[in-house]
């Protein structure tokens, strides 16, 4: 079946270093989402990537998606404490009536003051 | 936050006794998730709804029913919970386009079964 695997599992940075995870589908992917979830918190929406080769920039963070559809990754430049969190992909495939999807393991990002 | 509500928030109960989670949305949206999250497994689909009384299994269904009678209504029923059951469960709610839509996640509600 379809997989996504979400790399580094964990990452500790010093506060104002860079941070990125990535996101890789077995299969096509027809969009890929990106949601952050705070410590205690719930999953929240970040951004959804739909084209190929798609790029994205909310303030630090830049949002990519792959050529091929089947791998994306999230940076993040200059972390600050408030990036704290577990950040997961969340791929989509439309085929099938109802299509599918399914959510990377996540990264748990730690920064260090 | 779309407006989406998980009750209880937290429960404890003993193993054999059902339980049901319920979650409320005033978004109208066509689908809705429950999912759990465990340590080491992210997030993990355990139903579906696609409209009224329309449901279908995720990933980890077993042991688990789910009912949704109103647009804004999914409950998620334990019928014999097990201590593996144990988690922090997660709703969601999705737009009228596809399950790939974007996600709007509740609270959640942490159950510990003894």
């Known amino acids: 079946g379809q997989q996504v695997m979400q790399i580094p599992q964990y990452q500790h940075v010093q506060e104002g270093e860079d941070f990125t995870t990535y996101c890789n589908s077995s299969t096509t992917l027809s969009n890929i989402q990106w949601y952050k979830q705070r410590p205690g918190g719930h999953p929240v929406f970040l951004i959804q990537l739909v084209k190929s080769g798609e790029v994205k920039k909310q303030k630090r963070l830049t949002f990519q998606f792959g050529e091929a559809k089947k791998n994306s990754s999230l940076h993040i430049t200059a972390t600050q404490t408030t990036d704290v969190g577990t950040y997961f992909c969340h791929g989509g495939n439309y085929g099938g009536s109802q299509g599918n999807l399914i959510f990377g393991k996540g990264t748990k990002l730690s920064v260090k003051p | ?114």
């Open chain 2, 1 to 114: 936050d779309a407006g989406i509500t998980q009750s209880p928030r937290h429960k404890v109960t003993e193993t054999g006794t059902p339980v049901t989670l319920r979650c409320h949305q005033t978004e109208n949206h066509r689908y809705m998730y429950w999912y759990r999250q465990d340590p080491g497994h992210g997030l993990r689909l355990i139903h579906y709804s696609y409209g009224v009384k329309d449901t279908d299994k995720g990933e980890v269904s077993d042991g688990y029913s789910v009912s949704r009678s109103k647009t804004e209504d999914f409950l998620l029923t334990l019928e014999s919970a097990t201590s593996s059951q144990t988690s922090v469960y997660f709703c969601a709610t999705g737009g009228d386009g596809r399950r790939t839509d974007t996600q709007y996640f509740g609270p959640g509600t942490r159950l510990t079964v003894l």
